[in-house]
């Protein structure tokens, strides 16, 4: 029998292809043809993982530096904050699921054997997935890691009435499960090495989704309840918290007895730096190892110096989340105008100097979720004009827009707002900018909780916001684009979307899914929920001692590998 507060839970699990998983290949999202077996009804379990041998000890030690763009160290919880950066930096290296990613250097990482080194779905009951531990798993402090305590964890997430149940970790994650489609029923320890999971539906995301549901110690749990975990944390990650001092470092040391590739590095320390000139100036005065979103017009230099500087194309969006219940974004016209209003060639070439590409759907071309868009909205004020004198709007049109002042891939946001703020007078809009720390920012908009932001008293007169989105796998497009989706906070619906995500959902079959979320992205570049303006390149500068380091396609990142030269 099924205990009643599992049956309430609102566990939301996204995840990717089984098939992907069979193969060992990267996520649903990959621009990369991969070769597909053919398709099961039932999938089998994915192929044990197998440790990375050990690199030369010339390359092991060191420290790593890290200037991030976050203005405040991520929670050291069963889940971070500050937004995607948090997960990258704290989340995915204090930290193990039942499933990790696939860190190629490739194509776009997907699901992995993690902390279960197989798994299959009950061929009877295709909602039951079971999942078998690797042997031999330590936490942080040396207890051992069992199907036990992969439920005990669950609990701070999704049980309300357990005493590791935590409201707060639990709304910071609940942004991401709710990007899936379907709820689990329940979470169940079979034995000390297998873990029972049940879904309310077929849903072939799973496995996605378990690499954010963390497994950390019910031990530490216990002996430090509530917020206090967070600054006892005992993980299961690659790298164990040592010490954090609010706004000022985080320092994260190898753990010795993890259980695959072990990292090169002794220890890494975060530091948060907001700014850009302020993270700029402490890698030139060799306080840093590594930043991201270096000021735009210091990378000729920085090459010419000797620096490592990296881009890379990956999933990600910046663009302007509406809302679509009042005026003048009710309006698609309105939407479809300012998308021809905005020079995004302008942004990425005279800006941010080559860092970005322009955006004009959710995908970017090439992307295996691309789909053949009948329009794309290039740069044309007159055509911008023309649909908002045949829209009946009046203008000038004044309208009100949040934004935030740095943070998890917003690059330079008062600048690029401030150029789309030119591009929309020239057209006769009038937006009024209103700036927010970006914790602020989230917590007023996605971590308010399942449906339009507008809903909140506080943002009951703008007319949207300024996000970005790293979409890392196919499980995040039904929360931004379905009814009622969990990341659809500007309350979009179109039935024949809701109906292809739903296909997309149910289907086990790689290149069916990457075609059908292909006809959900035309639709939406269509209907133009959102103002698209520029796909982010992940700009990062390294000190020339850091060496060995694969920028991954992937906002997410693989800190195992890099060691620093001495």
Not at 203 to 216: I, K
Not at 298 to 315: A, H, N, Q, T
Request: proline share 7%.
């Amino acid at each position: 029998m099924v205990p009643s507060w599992l049956l309430n839970a609102k566990l939301l699990i996204f995840s990717s292809l089984l098939l992907v998983l069979m193969l060992g290949a990267c996520g649903g999202d990959s621009d990369t043809p991969v070769p597909q077996a053919a398709a099961t009804s039932v999938p089998v379990a994915a192929a044990a993982a197998t440790s990375a041998p050990q690199v030369a000890a010339s390359k092991q030690g060191g420290e790593l530096r890290i200037g991030m763009t976050a203005a405040d160290i991520p929670l050291t919880d069963i889940q971070a904050d500050q937004g995607f950066e948090g997960w990258r930096f704290v989340g995915f290296q204090l930290n193990n699921g039942l499933t990790i990613w696939d860190w190629n250097g490739e194509t776009i990482p997907g699901p992995a054997p993690g902390l279960a080194e197989s798994w299959e779905i009950d061929p009877n009951d295709p909602l039951r997935w079971v999942f078998h531990l690797r042997d031999g798993l330590k936490f942080h402090d040396g207890t051992d890691i069992d199907a036990d305590a992969v439920v005990q964890s669950a609990y701070r997430l999704f049980n309300e009435d357990h005493p590791n149940y935590s409201a707060k970790v639990a709304g910071l994650g609940n942004w991401i499960w709710s990007g899936s489609c379907c709820a689990a029923e329940s979470f169940k320890a079979l034995d000390s090495r297998t873990v029972e999971i049940t879904t309310t539906e077929v849903n072939g995301f799973v496995p996605y989704g378990l690499a954010s549901v963390h497994v950390v110690s019910p031990k530490a749990l216990a002996e430090w309840p509530g917020d206090e975990f967070a600054t006892h944390h005992v993980g299961s990650g690659p790298f164990k918290l040592v010490d954090q001092t609010p706004r000022v470092s985080l320092t994260m040391e190898r753990f010795e007895d993890y259980w695959g590739n072990k990292p090169n590095v002794d220890r890494v320390i975060l530091r948060p730096l907001p700014e850009p000139t302020t993270r700029l100036a402490a890698l030139l005065a060799d306080e840093v190892d590594w930043i991201d979103v270096p000021p735009p017009d210091s990378i000729p230099r920085l090459k010419k110096d000797g620096f490592d500087v990296r881009i890379k194309e990956y999933p990600h969006v910046w663009p302007y989340q509406l809302n679509l219940l009042k005026p003048p974004f009710d309006n698609k016209l309105v939407r479809q105008a300012l998308n021809y209003a905005v020079d995004r060639e302008g942004i990425c070439r005279d800006l941010l100097n080559g860092t970005c590409i322009p955006a004009t759907s959710f995908a970017y071309p090439g992307h295996a979720s691309f789909g053949n868009p009948a329009q794309v909205y290039d740069y044309n004020p007159e055509k911008a004009r023309e649909l908002l004198a045949e829209s009946g709007v009046e203008l000038p049109l004044k309208i009100k827009l949040l934004i935030s002042t740095s943070g998890s891939g917003q690059m330079l946001p008062i600048q690029m707002n401030e150029f789309v703020q030119r591009n929309f007078k020239d057209v006769g809009v009038d937006m009024e900018l209103v700036p927010s720390d970006w914790n602020a920012l989230l917590s007023r908009t996605i971590f308010a909780g399942r449906g339009n932001y507008s809903f909140i008293e506080e943002n009951a007169d703008f007319d949207g916001y300024n996000i970005s989105w790293a979409y890392i796998a196919p499980y995040q497009w039904p929360g931004f684009f379905q009814t009622n989706g969990g990341l659809n906070t500007q309350a979009y619906s179109n039935p024949e979307v809701d109906r292809l995500l739903k296909q997309a959902q149910t289907s086990f079959d790689f290149d069916e899914q990457d075609q059908i979320l292909g006809q959900v992205n035309e639709i939406v570049l269509e209907d133009a929920p959102y103002i698209f303006i520029v796909h982010d390149l992940n700009p990062r500068v390294l000190n020339p001692r850091v060496k060995g380091y694969v920028q991954d396609k992937s906002w997410f990142t693989n800190l195992q590998d890099l060691w620093i030269e001495k």
